[in-house]
C-alpha cells in the first residue's frame, strides 16, 4: 500500500494515509513523498473527503468488542455510502492497464524470492534502458525507492514489474491480490503453504495461481521453475500462453552451472551468459534465472541480463548489516562490513517462513564460512507462524545455526517445546527486552548475528548493537 500510494503521488494524485502502525523504510519513503501519514483509524478522518479511499487488506470487519469496531474509519465509510476500492483494483485500473497508457505487466509471484527477483528483473530492465515502472514490496537499493511510474508515453506498453502477492485482496474481495494484474508475463519462483489463516491447503492456493494463468494472453510467457511439483499441478490445470522453466531439472530450458556467486547461464543447453555477483545462496541463483528468463520475453539478452545483474545490489531487509561492533568496548558502526576477527555483524532479513529461514541461513553460511559462528535471532510474527502451522518445520530451518534464539509473548504455542529438537542450541525468552540480554550475553567477537522477521522486530538490531557495544 505504501507503494501504490508513491506511484498515486507521482501520478499527480493528493494521497494522505493512514495504518496502525508505520516504520523505515516505507515511512521515510512516503514522507519524503510528501504524503501524510495518519496513526489508526479514526472516524473523524472522513472529513478529508477525497475522490476514492483505497482500502488494504489489513482492514476488516472484525470487532474486539461488539460496540466497538476494529476500525471506525471503514464503518464509516460505508456508512455513508462513500466510493472506496482495494488497492490492486486501483492499480490495475488505473496504472497498469490505464486506457491511455497500458503496459506490459511482468508479475513475480511465489511464496518465497517474490521482492528480490522483483528488484533484479526491475535493474535487468534499467540497464537494457527500458526504464520500467515497477511496484516492489521492499525497498531495492539499486532505485532506493519502492515504486515508480516508469517511462509512459515513450515506448508502446512500457514494461512494468510488480511483486504479485497471493494473499486475498481486501476484506470485500477474497482473491487473490494477482489476479488483479492481468500480466503478459509471469514468473511462477516457487509454491509452498502459507498464509495459514487464509488459506486451507496447498491445493488452495494452487488454485489461486492457476486463476493467474488464466490471465496471461496467448502471446504471453509464463516462466516456471522446474523443480517445483506444486507449480506443475498448478500448469496441469490448464495453460494457454508460452511457457519456460528454469531450475536444476532436467527439462529445464534455463539452467545455472557453477557456485551460487559466479555462475554460467546456460539456455536450451547451451552457455548464453555468465553472471558474476556479491549475492549468496541458490535461491538468490535460481532468482537470476528467472529474471533473466522473463527479461528476454521483453527481447533483453541473456549477456545483457547477466551483466547488469553484477551491478544488482539486492534490497533492504534482504541480509542487509545493520552494524557491526568491533573492539571489546564501546566501538561501533552503524553499518558496513569487516574482516576483523573481533568484530560482531548484525544482519536484518525478511525470512518469516521456515523455507526462507533456511535458505537465508545457507547463504549467510556460504558467505562466512564453516567456522564461523552464526546467531539465528527470529521473531514468530507472520500469520502463519503465529498460529503454528508450520511449527515442525523450525528447527530443520535454524539447524545450520550455531544459536537460535526467540521470544514468547504474543505466541499460543510453546517455542521451548518446537525447538526442544535443537537442544543447547536454542534459547527461548520471555520478552524482547530478555531476548536482546540472551544475544548479548552469548555473542562472542567473529560472531554473525541474523535477525529475521517480517516486521520491524521491535528495533532489535538497534538495541543489540547498543547492547555489545556496551558489553
Same mark, same amino acid.
Given at each position: 500500500?505504501?507503494?501504490?500510494?508513491?506511484?498515486?503521488?507521482?501520478?499527480?494524485?493528493?494521497?494522505?494515509?493512514?495504518?496502525?502502525?508505520?516504520?523505515?523504510?516505507?515511512?521515510?519513503?512516503?514522507?519524503?513523498?510528501?504524503?501524510?501519514?495518519?496513526?489508526?483509524?479514526?472516524?473523524?478522518?472522513?472529513?478529508?473527503? /477525497?475522490?476514492?479511499?483505497?482500502?488494504?487488506?489489513?482492514?476488516?470487519?472484525?470487532?474486539?468488542?461488539?460496540?466497538? /469496531?476494529?476500525?471506525?474509519?471503514?464503518?464509516?465509510?460505508?456508512?455513508?455510502?462513500?466510493?472506496?476500492?482495494?488497492?490492486?483494483?486501483?492499480?490495475?485500473?488505473?496504472?497498469?492497464?490505464?486506457?491511455?497508457?497500458?503496459?506490459?505487466?511482468?508479475?513475480?509471484?511465489?511464496?518465497?524470492?517474490?521482492?528480490?527477483?522483483?528488484?533484479?528483473?526491475?535493474?535487468?530492465?534499467?540497464?537494457?534502458?527500458?526504464?520500467?515502472?515497477?511496484?516492489?514490496?521492499?525497498?531495492?537499493?539499486?532505485?532506493?525507492?519502492?515504486?515508480?511510474?516508469?517511462?509512459?508515453?515513450?515506448?508502446?506498453?512500457?514494461?512494468?514489474?510488480?511483486?504479485?502477492?497471493?494473499?486475498?485482496?481486501?476484506?470485500?474481495?477474497?482473491?487473490?491480490?494477482?489476479?488483479?494484474?492481468?500480466?503478459?508475463?509471469?514468473?511462477?519462483?516457487?509454491?509452498?503453504?502459507?498464509?495459514?489463516?487464509?488459506?486451507?491447503?496447498?491445493?488452495?492456493?494452487?488454485?489461486?495461481?492457476?486463476?493467474?494463468?488464466?490471465?496471461?494472453?496467448?502471446?504471453?510467457?509464463?516462466?516456471?521453475?522446474?523443480?517445483?511439483?506444486?507449480?506443475?499441478?498448478?500448469?496441469?490445470?490448464?495453460?494457454?500462453?508460452?511457457?519456460?522453466?528454469?531450475?536444476?531439472?532436467?527439462?529445464?530450458?534455463?539452467?545455472?552451472?557453477?557456485?551460487?556467486?559466479?555462475?554460467?547461464?546456460?539456455?536450451?543447453?547451451?552457455?548464453?551468459?555468465?553472471?558474476?555477483?556479491?549475492?549468496?545462496?541458490?535461491?538468490?541463483?535460481?532468482?537470476?534465472?528467472?529474471?533473466?528468463?522473463?527479461?528476454?520475453?521483453?527481447?533483453?539478452?541473456?549477456?545483457?541480463?547477466?551483466?547488469?545483474?553484477?551491478?544488482?545490489?539486492?534490497?533492504?531487509?534482504?541480509?542487509?548489516?545493520?552494524?557491526?561492533?568491533?573492539?571489546?568496548?564501546?566501538?561501533?558502526?552503524?553499518?558496513?562490513?569487516?574482516?576483523?576477527?573481533?568484530?560482531?555483524?548484525?544482519?536484518?532479513?525478511?525470512?518469516?517462513?521456515?523455507?526462507?529461514?533456511?535458505?537465508?541461513?545457507?547463504?549467510?553460511?556460504?558467505?562466512?564460512?564453516?567456522?564461523?559462528?552464526?546467531?539465528?535471532?527470529?521473531?514468530?510474527?507472520?500469520?502463519?507462524?503465529?498460529?503454528?502451522?508450520?511449527?515442525?518445520?523450525?528447527?530443520?530451518?535454524?539447524?545450520?545455526?550455531?544459536?537460535?534464539?526467540?521470544?514468547?509473548?504474543?505466541?499460543?504455542?510453546?517455542?521451548?517445546?518446537?525447538?526442544?529438537?535443537?537442544?543447547?542450541?536454542?534459547?527461548?525468552?520471555?520478552?524482547?527486552?530478555?531476548?536482546?540480554?540472551?544475544?548479548?550475553?552469548?555473542?562472542?567477537?567473529?560472531?554473525?548475528?541474523?535477525?529475521?522477521?517480517?516486521?520491524?522486530?521491535?528495533?532489535?538490531?538497534?538495541?543489540?548493537?547498543?547492547?555489545?557495544?556496551?558489553?
Amino acid at each position: 500500500m505504501g507503494g501504490l500510494a508513491a506511484l498515486a503521488r507521482q501520478a499527480g494524485h493528493k494521497v494522505t494515509g493512514c495504518d496502525a502502525s508505520v516504520y523505515p523504510p516505507m515511512s521515510d519513503q512516503l514522507q519524503s513523498l510528501g504524503i501524510e501519514l495518519i496513526e489508526g483509524y479514526s472516524s473523524d478522518q472522513i472529513n478529508l473527503r /477525497p475522490d476514492m479511499w483505497v482500502i488494504g487488506n489489513v482492514v476488516s470487519r472484525v470487532h474486539l468488542d461488539p460496540n466497538t /469496531p476494529k476500525f471506525p474509519l471503514m464503518e464509516a465509510i460505508l456508512e455513508l455510502g462513500l466510493p472506496y476500492t482495494s488497492g490492486p483494483q486501483w492499480l490495475s485500473e488505473h496504472i497498469l492497464h490505464s486506457p491511455s497508457n497500458p503496459h506490459h505487466v511482468i508479475a513475480v509471484a511465489g511464496t518465497h524470492g517474490k521482492t528480490t527477483t522483483t528488484a533484479m528483473l526491475t535493474w535487468i530492465l534499467e540497464c537494457a534502458g527500458l526504464s520500467p515502472g515497477f511496484l516492489v514490496g521492499g525497498v531495492p537499493l539499486n532505485f532506493n525507492i519502492s515504486a515508480r511510474l516508469g517511462a509512459p508515453g515513450e515506448r508502446e506498453r512500457a514494461p512494468f514489474v510488480i511483486e504479485a502477492d497471493e494473499y486475498d485482496t481486501a476484506f470485500f474481495d477474497k482473491r487473490s491480490k494477482f489476479v488483479h494484474y492481468k500480466p503478459r508475463t509471469a514468473i511462477l519462483n516457487n509454491l509452498e503453504f502459507d498464509h495459514a489463516d487464509i488459506f486451507e491447503n496447498l491445493a488452495a492456493i494452487e488454485r489461486q495461481f492457476h486463476h493467474l494463468v488464466r490471465t496471461v494472453p496467448r502471446s504471453g510467457e509464463i516462466v516456471v521453475n522446474a523443480d517445483a511439483p506444486s507449480l506443475e499441478r498448478v500448469l496441469s490445470q490448464g495453460v494457454w500462453s508460452g511457457v519456460s522453466h528454469f531450475g536444476a531439472h532436467a527439462n529445464a530450458n534455463w539452467q545455472a552451472s557453477g557456485p551460487a556467486h559466479s555462475f554460467d547461464v546456460i539456455h536450451n543447453s547451451r552457455v548464453v551468459a555468465k553472471v558474476d555477483w556479491s549475492l549468496t545462496g541458490v535461491h538468490n541463483q535460481m532468482n537470476a534465472l528467472a529474471s533473466i528468463a522473463a527479461a528476454a520475453h521483453l527481447g533483453v539478452a541473456p549477456d545483457v541480463a547477466a551483466a547488469a545483474l553484477g551491478s544488482f545490489t539486492s534490497v533492504k531487509r534482504r541480509m542487509e548489516i545493520k552494524g557491526v561492533v568491533t573492539g571489546s568496548a564501546g566501538s561501533s558502526r552503524s553499518a558496513g562490513s569487516t574482516d576483523s576477527a573481533s568484530a560482531i555483524t548484525v544482519y536484518d532479513d525478511f525470512a518469516h517462513h521456515p523455507t526462507a529461514i533456511e535458505t537465508t541461513l545457507d547463504g549467510l553460511r556460504k558467505k562466512v564460512g564453516p567456522n564461523a559462528r552464526i546467531l539465528a535471532v527470529f521473531e514468530a510474527r507472520s500469520n502463519t507462524m503465529k498460529l503454528g502451522s508450520m511449527n515442525s518445520l523450525l528447527p530443520r530451518s535454524l539447524a545450520s545455526a550455531d544459536l537460535s534464539f526467540c521470544h514468547s509473548q504474543g505466541l499460543d504455542w510453546s517455542p521451548i517445546e518446537v525447538l526442544a529438537p535443537l537442544g543447547s542450541k536454542a534459547v527461548v525468552t520471555q520478552s524482547l527486552e530478555s531476548l536482546v540480554e540472551a544475544v548479548t550475553r552469548e555473542a562472542r567477537p567473529g560472531d554473525h548475528i541474523l535477525c529475521m522477521s517480517n516486521g520491524s522486530f521491535g528495533g532489535i538490531h538497534e538495541k543489540l548493537l547498543k547492547s555489545l557495544a556496551q558489553k
